[in-house]
Every structure is written in C-alpha cells, then in structure tokens.
C-alpha cells in the first residue's frame, strides 16, 4: 500500500509519461483527460477482462481430476511443473551439469544451486540498476517525462531483447521433461541445446536488435531525405529505371492543388 500511495503521488507531481507527438516535448506534456477519455478506456479494458474471464469460465475446464479416478499413491506422474512465476527458478537449476562441487574449508559447496541463485540474482541486479548504469554510460541526468521509441535506443533496447531471451531459456529449460516427451527427443539433446542457448542466445538477441534498431533509423533517414516510395518505377532516356519518391513534408507555402472530379490533379 505504501508503494503504491507513493506511486500515485509520484505521477501526480509529475504527470503520466506520453510517447513523442505534436505539442508534446520536454516542457510541454499532454495526457488524456481523466474524464471521458481515460475513464473510457478504463472502463473498455475492465469489460474486455471481464468478457474473456467469463469466456474461460464458460468453455474451458481446469484440473478435471474426476476423469482420473480416485488418487492413488502408485500412479505418479513424472511431469510435475513448477509454477509459471517461478519457473525460471527451477530452469536454472537443470540447465547446470551435474557434480559441480567445491571443497573448500572442510564443506562442500554445491555450485548446482549457488550458481543459479547467483545467475538469477544477476538477472534481477541488473534489471533494477540499469536506469542508473544507462545515466552513467550516456551522460544523461535530465529528467524526461517522454516516452523512447525501441530504435532510438538501441543500447536499451538491445538489453532488453538480450534479458528476455535469458529468462525465456530458463522459463523454457523448466518444462524440458515435457518438451522431449512431447517432441521424441532425447532430454539430454533438449538440455544441451538450451545450455548453449541461454549462453549464446542473449549476445545474439542483443546483437539482432541493435542492429534492427539501426536499420530501422536509417529507413526513417533515408524517407526524411528522399520521400517516401510511391510505387511507381519511371524510365530515364538513358535506359535507366528509378522509382518515384513522394516527399514526406510539402515545400513551405506550398498548397494542394484542387481536383478536376476525375481523380486527376489539374
């Protein structure tokens, strides 16, 4: 409760974040109006919950234990599942080798535990402390109350990509029993493929963003620049072929000309 009064004072004094638009910059900030239009959406969110919770409730059937029989301690299942939110908990643990152990100081260190406690712990240090590590790499110490689009921040995006495909491996690693009965493959196979991907995985998720975010950048750049593609492929006098671009701001004091009502400029 108290995080959350302090939550609500916060964006009260400072006002809910909005994506970049017209009117909106660093000293400028518009939001929705409490009434009617964030009460609208509210309200639209709150009957499309409800609606799919009565869907469910209505057609689908959790946990049919009757159609199993009565519970016998002889019939186990080997399937068992963690919980969804913990999960990457229990992935962590399968992904490590078994025998890691160290002796040390006449005690035996289990690193099949301490190295995933200590992996999911990173996880979450680094999630908490990368507003802080971003405004140490950027120089940045504004305060900003506009929303980034993924591509103008590549570096936060990469991160991002790269810590999703982390703890997806390891959500994924909890269910690796069921994905090789499921799939008829080995379970040995199923881990060593998931060892390499939460490895290598998250380099490459970084790498792939970072670059999509780039090419994302220079596509904006280059319509900016040279127009947008109208679709329409002309021919020079020299044989050449070019595709006519369709300039995205019209020229200043330039106005549309009026229509002949054949669909046709004049």
Avoid at 6 to 30: E, K
Avoid at 46 to 52: C, I, K, V
Avoid at 63 to 68: C, G, I, L, S
Avoid at 152 to 172: C, K, P, Q, S
């Amino acid at each position: 409760m108290v995080l959350v009064v302090l939550r609500l004072r916060l964006a009260l004094r400072t006002g809910p974040a909005q994506l970049p638009g017209p009117g909106r910059d660093a000293d400028h900030v518009v939001g929705l109006p409490a009434w009617p239009q964030a009460a609208v959406r509210v309200l639209g969110l709150l009957l499309a919950t409800a609606g799919l919770l009565t869907l469910m409730g209505a057609t689908m059937t959790i946990a049919p234990v009757w159609r199993y029989g009565p519970a016998s301690p002889a019939d186990a299942y080997a399937g068992s599942q963690p919980d969804w939110y913990t999960a990457f908990l229990d992935g962590a643990l399968r992904l490590v080798p078994p025998g890691w152990e160290l002796h040390v100081g006449g005690r035996t260190w289990t690193l099949a535990v301490l190295v995933p406690l200590a992996a999911a712990g990173g996880f979450f240090l680094v999630l908490l402390a990368w507003p802080w590590v971003e405004e140490r790499l950027t120089g940045d110490r504004l305060e900003h109350q506009l929303l980034d689009r993924p591509r103008d921040r590549e570096l936060r995006t990469g991160v991002g990509a790269a810590g999703a495909t982390f703890y997806g491996t390891l959500w994924l690693a909890a269910s690796a029993d069921v994905l090789a009965r499921e799939l008829h493959l080995s379970f040995e196979g199923v881990i060593g493929t998931l060892r390499v991907v939460v490895l290598a995985g998250p380099v490459v998720a970084l790498v792939v963003a970072r670059t999509a975010c780039r090419a994302l950048r220079a596509y904006e750049t280059e319509r900016e620049h040279d127009g947008a593609e109208s679709g329409v492929v002309e021919r020079s006098a020299d044989g050449g072929y070019e595709e006519r671009r369709t300039p995205l701001h019209p020229p200043s004091g330039a106005r549309a000309l009026p229509s002949t009502g054949a669909g046709h400029p004049r």
